[in-house]
C-alpha cells in the first residue's frame, strides 16, 4: 500500500487524515501488521488512493465481499451491529478519574450533559466539541474504574453524551464518525439494558443522510420494525414525537401519504396528551411545540403540498416560537424558499434561502449551508438572471 500511497502523492499523516485514523494505523497497514477484512473501509481507502479494490489488493483477494454501495455498507453495518463504523479507535478512557463514582458525583455529570444538550440547539459545533467530548472522555473513564452500584446509571448517560457527540458530528459534516457515536450509545444502552435511550440513538442515527436522504425505506425499517432490537415505543414523551415524525418524512419521500399522515398524527398526540411530553429521560431537548410545526411544515412540503397556506403556515408558526438563536431555523427558513420558488416568488424564495444560509453561517451547520446550496441548484436554476437569485449567488460564495 505504501507505493500506491506515494503515487497518490500522500503522506501518511494526509492518509491517516482523510480516513479519518491514526498515523500509527496507517503505518500497521503498510508493515503487514494490520489486515484490511472490512470491505466498507477497503472500498474508501481505494477511493482515496484512487485505485480500484483489485489493484489496492490484488488478484488473489479481489474478491472480499460483494460489490455494494458504500452508503448501504455503511446502512447494513450500523443496522446489525457489526461495529464497522469504529473510524479511529479512539480511547476516550486514557486516563482513570482518582476517585470512586458516588451520588453528588454522578448528580453533577447528569447535570452536565443536561446542560450541553441544552446548549446544543444554538451553540457553534466547533464551541460544543470538546466540551461534549470533555464529558464523555470523563464518563467512560469512570466505566474503567469502580462506579459500582451506579454502573448502570453511567453507562445511560455515556450513551446519552454519545448521541450528543453525534449531533455535533453530524453538524460538521462528519457523517461516518456520526455513526459511529450512535453505534457507541446503542452498545452503552443495550449494556445498561436502557430501551429508552437505545430508541433515542436509533432515531438520532437515522437523521445521518445515509438514511435520511438515500434511504428513506431504511428508516421506516429502522424505527418500524425493531432494528437490533430497538423499538420506538420505549422512547420517552418527547423522543417518541420526534421519531415519529422522522417516520412521517421517510414515508412522505416515498410517497405513503397515509402513512406519512398517520405518523405525523403520532407526533401530534405526544402533545395533545402528555402535559410535560419533556418528561423522562433521555429526550430530545430541543423538540418542543414550535419544533413539532416546523416538521409538520416540512413534512407537507414532501407530500407535495406547496401552498403557502398549508405548509407556510406550519413552518411560519414554527419560526414563531422556536428559539430565535435556534440552529434549526435554517432548516425551516429552506423549506419556506422552496414553497416560494414552487409557487413562483423568486424574490421570496431568495429572501429566506438567504436568511437560511446566514443562520448556517452563524451556527457553523455544515448541514444548514449543504440544503441552502442545493435548494439553489434544484429550485432557482431557471431564474439565473434573475437580480435576487445573483445577489443569493453572491451570499451563496463567500465561503468559496
Same mark, same amino acid.
Request: hydrophobic share 45%; glycine share 8%; no cysteine.
Given at each position: 500500500m505504501a507505493s500506491l500511497r506515494r503515487q497518490a502523492g500522500l503522506s501518511q499523516v494526509e492518509l491517516a487524515r482523510r480516513l479519518h485514523r491514526s498515523v500509527s494505523w496507517v503505518q500497521k497497514v503498510e508493515q503487514g501488521a494490520r489486515a484490511l477484512s472490512d470491505i466498507r473501509l477497503i472500498e474508501e481507502l481505494a477511493a482515496v488512493l484512487g485505485v480500484s479494490r483489485r489493484e489496492l489488493l490484488g488478484e488473489d483477494i479481489a474478491d472480499v465481499g460483494t460489490a455494494m454501495p458504500a452508503e448501504e455498507m455503511q446502512r447494513q453495518a450500523f443496522l446489525?451491529?457489526?461495529?464497522?463504523?469504529?473510524?479511529?479507535?479512539?480511547?476516550?478512557?486514557?486516563?482513570?478519574l482518582p476517585y470512586r463514582t458516588d451520588a453528588p458525583l454522578l448528580a453533577a455529570l447528569v447535570e452536565g450533559t443536561e446542560t450541553l444538550e441544552r446548549l446544543y440547539g444554538h451553540i457553534t459545533p466547533a464551541a460544543l466539541q470538546g466540551l461534549?467530548?470533555?464529558?464523555?472522555?470523563?464518563?467512560?473513564?469512570?466505566?474503567?474504574?469502580?462506579?459500582?452500584?451506579?454502573?448502570?446509571?453511567?453507562?445511560?448517560?455515556t450513551g446519552e453524551t454519545a448521541v450528543l457527540a453525534g449531533w455535533v458530528a453530524l453538524d460538521r459534516g462528519k457523517n461516518d464518525r456520526s455513526l459511529f457515536y450512535?453505534?457507541?450509545?446503542?452498545?452503552?444502552?443495550?449494556?445498561?439494558?436502557?430501551?429508552?435511550?437505545?430508541?433515542?440513538?436509533m432515531g438520532s442515527a437515522t437523521t445521518v443522510p445515509t438514511f435520511r436522504e438515500k434511504s428513506p425505506r431504511s428508516v421506516i425499517n429502522a424505527l418500524g420494525n425493531g432494528a437490533r432490537g430497538v423499538l420506538a415505543a420505549n422512547a420517552s414523551p418527547s423522543t417518541a414525537?420526534?421519531?415519529?415524525? #422522522?417516520? +412521517?418524512? &421517510?414515508? =412522505?419521500?416515498?410517497?405513503? @401519504? /397515509?402513512?406519512? #399522515?398517520? +405518523?405525523? &398524527?403520532? =407526533?401530534?398526540?405526544?402533545? @395533545? /396528551?402528555?402535559?410535560?411530553? +419533556?418528561?423522562?429521560r433521555p429526550r430530545v431537548m430541543f423538540f418542543d411545540r414550535g419544533r413539532l410545526a416546523g416538521e409538520q411544515g416540512i413534512i407537507r412540503l414532501e407530500l407535495q403540498n406547496t401552498r403557502l397556506d398549508v405548509a407556510g403556515r406550519y413552518?411560519?408558526?414554527?419560526?414563531?416560537?422556536?428559539?430565535?438563536?435556534?440552529?434549526?431555523r435554517a432548516r425551516f427558513l429552506t423549506a419556506l424558499a422552496s414553497i416560494h420558488a414552487d409557487n413562483g416568488d423568486v424574490e421570496g424564495a431568495c429572501r429566506y434561502a438567504a436568511d437560511a444560509f446566514r443562520v448556517g453561517l452563524e451556527t457553523e451547520t455544515v448541514r444548514s449551508l449543504d440544503q441552502v446550496r442545493e435548494l439553489r441548484h434544484t429550485k432557482l436554476t431557471r431564474w439565473e438572471s434573475h437580480p435576487a437569485v445573483q445577489e443569493l449567488d453572491e451570499h451563496l460564495n463567500t465561503l468559496n
Open positions: 446489525q451491529g457489526l461495529g464497522a463504523l469504529t473510524l479511529t479507535g479512539e480511547d476516550f478512557s486514557s486516563r482513570d461534549v467530548l470533555g464529558q464523555l472522555e470523563a464518563l467512560t473513564a469512570l466505566l474503567r474504574g469502580s462506579p459500582g452500584k451506579y454502573r448502570r446509571d453511567v453507562l445511560s448517560l450512535f453505534d457507541s450509545a446503542l452498545r452503552a444502552a443495550a449494556d445498561a439494558g436502557d430501551a429508552a435511550l437505545s430508541a433515542y440513538a414525537a420526534w421519531i415519529a415524525t #422522522l417516520e +412521517a418524512s &421517510a414515508y =412522505a419521500t416515498v410517497g405513503e @401519504r /397515509d402513512n406519512a #399522515l398517520h +405518523a405525523l &398524527a403520532r =407526533a401530534e398526540d405526544v402533545f @395533545r /396528551d402528555d402535559e410535560d411530553p +419533556a418528561g423522562g413552518l411560519q408558526t414554527a419560526l414563531i416560537e422556536i428559539d430565535p438563536r435556534a440552529k434549526i
